[in-house]
């Protein structure tokens, strides 16, 4: 059921259902070049390949490459009875199956390796246990059907082990971890949907660079006077230096670089003229100190990594705690001063009226006004606790319902009846989004072109939406009183008032961004003083 979905779903090119079976194939041609028994080699690629590619690219398009590949290729092996190719092509198509079910499905596996976690889940359900029982199949073939001999069973299969997984685990690593996110941008992924990012890359400044070509530079000399074979725990050490220097990106790479100086190219060239630099023998012991140097390296290179990425998280939101530290001190301050002020000026009135009571009536309704503003006021304060305290509650809004209710809410604003709103919205433009925070917003963008409308023009509010990509946009253009660039650098600063001129708080636009940003958008101003002012609402979908 999950397999066909997968299979449908996706809108892979064409060349992702070729493309496999061709790198297969040439996985095999030089994987050849290492077979040291019937059907055995040192180093074996398809496999390797088919773990890259399940993940990329999906079940469907990997594992019937893989089977044929095998089946065609077994020939190549010295295995010439035909009926026996699809018996054998068996193993390694069991090792890509378990590895996809184990990791990519059991585990949910982030093939992209961003952290220690997913790094020990694809070491062991994406490798170790796939090729554990991948090589046991085969030995089981080939002991079965008389290519080996059953004392000889237990070293072939600690060879096989070593050789595969310090294939597999070596070339995959620094291949998923770099090229997933590459593959990601250009929509190559089958997984598409998933955020797929590199850890922030650790080698930084030129003298970063300049220090690893260095390093490298020194590996190549090294490898010119010490056997790796011999001396495999020198390269370590510098594997590790790469780890606790750059972390995990650069160390799957330099275990790679290791790897292909050492052993690999040398061996592929002298194995073309059928000769081997090395002793059957040491060969185990080679790839057993590639296996141990990639696992310690790789693993100290990702714990490094972590930390950093830790380190910097940590220090993000200390400054964000900070902030929000400053920003309280002010709202204390200034709220209480806002609060107090209606209420020491009902006080007053209190005082004056029971000293002139044939005016009681005309200081009632001052009182009434100050009362007025502080309600405004605490609604405001609301409507800031609500945005911060209640989670985002998303459903399809009609835009040009929800700029119609706002409207009606504000039909007893003062100056009101003096301006002309125009809607020019689609009635069929929807946004999934947040209706309460949406209206906060519009509200009070709106109210403020109400109240900073110019006395000698009549006033004219615009409201637009329109959809750009994958974002919806809201304009609401006026033609009042405009601000300077000054005063519109400041205004979604908490308290910020532009002008004494008008009754508010200055908490209004603070508001609108703080609930902007929660929506995940963002608001911006353009504005001309004495021309009027646009505010541009940008939601994501
Ligand atoms: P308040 O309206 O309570 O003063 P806001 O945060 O809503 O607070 O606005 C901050 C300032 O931005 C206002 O004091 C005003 O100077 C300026 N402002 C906001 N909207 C407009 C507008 N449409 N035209 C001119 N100035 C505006």
């Not at 961003?114 to 490798?127: A, E, K, M, R, Y």
């Not at 070509?213 to 190549?220: M, R, S």
């Not at 380190?311 to 200390?318: C, G, P, S, V």
Request: charged share 20%; proline share 4%.
């Amino acid at each position: 059921m999950e397999l066909e979905a997968d299979h449908r779903s996706k809108n892979l090119p064409w060349w992702t259902w070729l493309l496999p079976i061709l790198l297969f194939q040439a996985g095999t041609q030089v994987s050849l070049y290492f077979q040291y028994a019937q059907g055995v080699a040192d180093l074996y690629f398809p496999t390797a390949i088919s773990i890259i590619l399940v993940n990329w690219w999906g079940f469907w398009r990997v594992v019937p490459a893989i089977y044929l590949n095998a089946t065609l290729s077994t020939g190549l092996w010295g295995i010439e009875n035909p009926m026996l190719w699809p018996l054998y092509a068996v193993p390694e198509t069991i090792l890509t199956i378990l590895s996809w079910l184990l990791f990519s499905r059991l585990m949910k596996g982030k093939y992209w390796l961003p952290n220690v976690t997913s790094l020990i889940q694809f070491t062991f359900f994406g490798v170790l246990v796939p090729i554990l029982v991948e090589i046991g199949l085969l030995e089981f073939l080939l002991i079965g059907f008389n290519e080996h001999r059953t004392d000889q069973a237990l070293d072939f299969y600690i060879r096989n082990f070593l050789g595969e997984f310090t294939s597999c685990f070596g070339l995959v690593l620094p291949v998923l971890y770099f090229g997933s996110p590459a593959l990601h941008q250009k929509s190559l992924l089958f997984r598409s949907s998933e955020r797929v990012s590199l850890s922030p890359t650790e080698v930084k400044s030129r003298r970063d660079w300049i220090e690893l070509a260095l390093v490298y530079a020194l590996l190549l000399v090294l490898n010119y006077f010490v056997p790796f074979l011999r001396f495999w725990f020198i390269y370590g050490f510098f594997s590790l230096y790469i780890a606790i220097r750059f972390g995990f990106g650069a160390t799957t790479v330099t275990n790679y670089f290791i790897f292909c100086i050492t052993y690999f190219i040398p061996e592929l060239i002298q194995r073309a003229e059928h000769i081997s630099r090395i002793q059957q023998q040491d060969v185990t012991n080679i790839l057993l100190g590639t296996l141990l140097l990639y696992v310690f390296a790789a693993f100290t290179g990702r714990v490094i990594s972590d930390l950093k990425i830790t380190e910097a998280t940590l220090q993000f939101k200390n400054k964000e705690l900070q902030q929000t530290n400053r920003e309280l001190d002010r709202f204390v301050y200034s709220a209480s001063h806002d609060l107090s002020a209606p209420l020491k000026s009902v006080r007053g009135l209190i005082n004056i009226s029971r000293y002139d009571p044939n005016a009681v009536n005309l200081y009632l309704e001052k009182m009434e006004i100050s009362i007025t503003k502080l309600e405004e006021f605490i609604n405001e304060i609301l409507d800031y606790a609500r945005n911060k305290r209640m989670d985002v509650d998303l459903e399809a809004v009609r835009l040009k319902d929800l700029c119609q209710e706002v409207i009606n809410n504000l039909k007893f604003m003062e100056g009101y009846p003096l301006v002309t709103i125009r809607i020019q919205v689609d009635p069929e433009v929807r946004v999934i989004s947040d209706r309460m925070r949406l209206k906060m917003v519009v509200s009070n963008i709106i109210s403020n072109a109400v109240k900073f409308q110019r006395k000698q023009v009549a006033a004219e509010i615009e409201i637009r939406c329109r959809q750009e990509m994958s974002n919806t946009i809201i304009e609401i253009q006026d033609n009042g009183i405009g601000m300077k660039p000054e005063t519109q650098a400041k205004i979604f600063d908490m308290f910020y008032r532009g002008t004494d001129a008008e009754k508010g708080s200055g908490l209004g636009l603070y508001i609108a961004r703080e609930v902007v940003e929660k929506l995940r958008g963002s608001i911006t101003v353009k504005s001309e003083l004495g021309e009027g002012s646009q505010f541009t609402i940008r939601l994501p979908q």
